[in-house]
């Protein structure tokens, strides 16, 4: 078996590209004595023509006549250069710096591929001795190895297309199946949060994003709108959903307290530390840890988060070796963190390391439009928890929420309706004058006195009142609701203002679950 015949069953073996090319131009050169062979072909979009697999990178325009490819294309047939003829296309760089300083004896040809085929898919360049170069046509051994070689890199060509296709086929098989686990995330969670403008619309889809990233998320809305229920949902959709869900408000803790409850302690760390505790963080390991009213967090204890958050390490009160916990942080706050950055109150290095995936809360006033969707979930949730059958609200009374500004925004608007549910029978539906009365009485807490002689018995929504220790059990929660939202969640300035003690107020709030 000759070298021809040797080299071309070895080619049908080959399935790379470059590998063939260069077994191809290698056999080129062995058997012809040549000092330079390599392979010319157009560019995947047709635009321009390249040398394959050599050092430098080398093109022309396919219709860039100032140099011998792109006219070798266009007429389909070879074309020899002696050196004279030469120096007339050394003019191109690229061509020059190619074909370099052949030898006297030598020639430079260039012939399309396949041979004799009227369309060219390829051209060889060939610089060798002139009695291996003028006469290609006529050896026939060389046209039948380099057809062989044409059919071979087509199909390696074709194979490496159908690769491609099935790659773009499971990418788009994969995306569309992604696209549709989101849509049905987002169709699953507003249920939870509820509204159908599209602000709300935006809002879901950011979460379920988020929620399908590893990054740090800060919520930032106002007091009311339903941080840590996206909080809850971030992780609900996430990969850590199956591990806990671990959530502290840092404002509702004394300073001193919290950086124990963050990262707990050993026995005898300080007095009254009568046995180990374990911190939240080592507690959200594995899930997510949840820190509201982040922005009330001390520099000091800013700095020893943003150590955990870069290490995943910590290290408890008390305690000789530290900890590892690896859990997703989920951040939220209600004031402006950008300006506590530039007061000096908060760390930028942490304000940076929370803003990886920001999400805003819309206030309710930006989204009217889902006030009623909202007071009829409100309506639903209260019936199954109370077992109650309230049938709705008048179009009057919906009209009135619509209008009502609600600085507690959903929050407010929940607690409002609630109150609402308890002044109406089953099978009624809230009436104009329910809502009225709750809307007069919310100005009469938040903003006058009591007016001690008030003749509260021409009030119609006294009437209606058959259950008189859930009533004055709504309008404790109601009046307590109202003055922690005037002072912005702060316990002690609402304490003093209902003239109780603080520890009374915390009493309060707990055992009739008030969170604002």
Known sequence: MNLWLRKAVEQGELRDETALINQYTSTLKEQMGLSLACVIMPSHDGSRLEVIDHPQSINWEVNDFNNPFSHVLQATTPMVMSLKKLLYWRSDAG????????????????????????????????????????????????????????????????????????????????????????????????????????????????????????????????????????????????????????AINCAAIPENLLESELFGYEKGAFSGADSKKLGLVAQANGGTLFLDEIGDMSPSLQAKL???????????????????????????????LLKSVQSGAFRQDLYYRLFQYPLMLPALADRRSDIAELVLAFIGQFNEKHHTSVRGISFSALDLLTQCKLPGNVRELRHLVEFACIQTGNDEEISLSVVRDRVQNLLVFDDAPMVADKDISSDSSLERIRD?????????????????????????????????????????????????
């Not at 003028?134 to 490496?160: H, P, R, T, V």
């Not at 150590?307 to 402006?336: I, P, W």
């Not at 709504?474 to 003093?496: N, V």
């Open 95 to 246: 061509f020059s710096a190619l074909v370099g300083m052949p030898k006297n004896d030598e020639m430079v040809v260039i012939h399309p591929l396949p041979p004799g085929n009227d369309k060219v898919k390829a051209m060889v360049l060939m610089v060798g001795p002139a009695d291996q170069v003028m006469n290609l046509s006529d050896l026939s051994e060389w046209q039948q190895y380099s057809a062989i070689f044409m059919n071979q890199l087509g199909l390696i060509k074709d194979i490496g297309k159908q690769a491609i296709q099935k790659v773009d086929l499971v990418g788009s098989l994969t995306r569309l199946k992604k696209e549709g686990e989101q849509r049905e995330s987002s169709i699953s969670l507003a249920t939870r949060l509820v509204g159908s403008s599209e602000k709300m619309q935006k809002l879901r889809h950011q979460i379920i994003t988020a929620a399908q990233s590893t990054l740090t998320v800060l919520v930032q809305g106002e007091t009311g709108t339903g941080k840590e229920l996206v909080a809850r949902a971030v992780h609900d959709y996430s990969e850590r959903s199956k591990k806990p869900f671990v």
């Open 306 to 336: 943003l150590r955990v958050l870069e290490t995943c390490q910590y290290r408890a009160l008390g305690a000789k070796d530290e900890m590892s916990s690896d859990f997703r942080l989920v951040a939220a706050t209600h004031v402006n």
């Open 468 to 516: 008189l220790k859930r009533a004055l059990t709504g309008y404790e929660i109601e009046i307590i609701r109202s003055r922690l939202i005037k002072f912005g969640g702060d316990r002690a300035k609402a304490a003093e203002s209902l003239g109780i003690p603080k520890r009374t107020l915390a009493h309060k709030c707990l055992k009739l679950e008030i969170h604002a």
